[in-house]
């Protein structure tokens, strides 16, 4: 049987309307501060903790439950006689159910003026320590944290006198979960901007959504985000229209983000599976998304579109002309929205600061543990023209180009462009020639006059040779193979301009 109750909230939805039933229903309230005072203000008879400890609130507030009588009164197993002998012995009374919320810690970091002083204030110790107690001991002790479980509560309460074992023990989970994530919260505040890599990393994440499935249709899966800003990221876009986003749908828009940030011009970025397959830029939004289909109007089919600046009503009509999965911009006009209207299953996702880039780490799950690394931001050290031939302010214009979109695409890698716009892309093979030979056999457009870059370096000739002969004029890789000299030469045999950039862009 539930008697006594201790409340606590900084949230204070519909406090007074369960303390009130919990009143109704002859059980005893205590409480401090700001509840208190709320509670006795709408005729509620609660008692302040202070008057049961027999101590003070004291030091503004931050000491007030953290006693003997508080905790032995949650702490103490009713099946064991032992406590319960002790705790009469210390004229403790049992404490039964508490609700507590803890100082809006997030909520005060979340603030662009907020002082380290300010966010430390707002570190509860009390909340924390009693719902841990109260979570403890979940077999005797009914802990809420959240009033969404209000009404669960009471009407077990109303039913049987008391909550049921399931429900405790699912309360206590919770409280768990949430004073977890609190303290990460905290870690991740005070850790900002370290440059070093923990000894022991904690990070928090906040459901989004539930999918549908994951990968395939006999996985589950979900979306979750983490705390803080969301500039940039898909988590902040708002979805205009369409069917829920899936697992693949997400991974993937989030492939496109990050290549689109390379580019500050009007760029428009094709994804399928999580690589390019049609990557342009142009004066305008409309011409990038015509030169980008044009590039493989076949694997765009059923893809991902991101574009960096406004889908207005012309760009959006010759969208509609095929199955796009996803469309994610900045903004799009309302004409633009009014065609999407007849194709309401397309996902339109407006992500207003969607150049924005984020900070943070990298991660990779792997078998009983997580791999962490730096983000990939950085592009060249250095560009030098190692062949007799240099290249041309023009291919010099789509080398880069190009450098920044097979930076994107799984490794073993090979991108080809011209007047930037990707012409070839070859992700993902075991060998580089595979690459280079997949992408000029599946190219929809001339190669002759592109340009080539790798995502690493080249282990033999033969990648120059295939460039030379599928019409490639300029090459831009890392440079830093044994072999080098093995490629310039080549090069300088057919009159190619080549040019190391010094770093790798490796991507599995």
């Not at 009033?147 to 669960?152: T, V």
């Not at 080398?399 to 090979?414: E, R």
């Not at 002759?448 to 033969?462: E, W």
């Amino acid at each position: 049987m539930i008697k006594r109750a201790l409340i606590s909230v900084s949230d204070k939805r519909g406090i007074v309307e369960f303390a009130t039933k919990l009143s109704q229903l002859g059980i005893e309230i205590l409480s401090t501060g700001g509840t208190a005072k709320l509670l006795r203000d709408s005729g509620l008879n609660a008692i302040d903790a202070s008057d049961v400890t027999g101590f003070p609130e004291c030091l503004d507030g931050r000491v007030k439950t953290l006693h003997p009588v508080i905790h032995g009164g949650i702490l103490a197993m009713r099946s064991n006689p032992h406590h319960m002998e002790k705790i009469e012995q210390l004229d403790i009374k049992p404490i039964d159910m508490v609700i507590i919320n803890l100082y809006p810690f997030k909520e005060t970091i979340s603030k662009e003026d907020v002082t380290l002083e300010d966010a430390v204030e707002n570190i509860d110790i009390g909340g924390p320590t009693m719902l841990r107690s109260a979570a403890k001991n979940y077999p005797d002790v009914t802990v809420i944290i959240d009033p969404k479980d209000y009404d669960k509560v009471l009407e077990e309460i109303e039913n049987r006198g008391n909550t049921t074992l399931d429900t405790r023990y699912n309360l206590a989970l919770k409280v768990f979960q949430h004073t977890s994530h609190y303290d990460t919260l905290i870690a991740g505040y005070l850790g900002r901007g370290l440059k070093t890599f923990p000894e022991t990393l904690t990070m928090t994440y906040e459901k989004v959504q539930d999918l549908r499935y994951g990968e395939n249709p006999h996985q589950k899966a979900a979306f979750y985000r983490e705390f803080g800003s969301q500039a940039g990221a898909l988590g902040g876009g708002e979805q205009l229209q369409g069917k829920a986003l899936s697992f693949n749908n997400i991974n993937d828009t989030n492939g496109a983000l990050e290549l689109l940030k390379e580019f500050d011009k009007p760029t428009i970025v094709a994804v399928k599976h999580t690589n390019p397959c049609g990557v342009a830029t142009a004066e305008n939004i409309f011409e990038a998304y015509k030169k980008a289909y044009e590039a493989d109007p076949q694997s765009i089919f059923g893809g991902i579109v991101a574009a960096n600046d406004q889908i207005d009503g012309q760009t959006a009509d010759m969208m509609k002309d095929i199955f796009l999965e996803v469309v994610v911009a900045p903004d799009f006009t309302a004409e633009a929205l009014e065609i999407f209207k007849a194709k309401k299953n397309v996902r339109l996702i407006k992500l207003e600061d969607i150049k924005a880039k984020k900070q943070g780490y990298d991660m990779k799950k792997v078998l009983g543990g997580i791999l962490v690394q730096e983000k990939d931001d950085a592009l060249l050290e250095e560009i030098k023209t190692v062949t007799e031939k240099a290249p041309s302010e023009k291919e010099m214009e789509d080398l880069l180009f190009a450098f920044k979109v097979v930076k994107h695409v799984k490794s073993n890698a090979i991108v080809l462009v011209k007047d930037q716009q990707t012409v070839a892309i070859g992700p993902g093979q075991v060998s580089r020639i595979w690459a280079l030979d997949n992408a000029v056999k599946n190219a929809h457009l001339d190669l002759k006059g592109s340009v080539l870059a790798s995502d690493a370096f080249f282990p033999f000739r033969d990648c120059v040779d295939a460039a030379y002969k599928a019409g490639v004029t300029a090459i831009i890789q890392p440079g830093g193979s044994i072999k080098d000299e093995d490629s310039i030469k080549a090069c300088n045999e057919v009159g190619i301009g080549m040019v190391f950039t010094g770093m790798r862009h490796f991507k599995h």
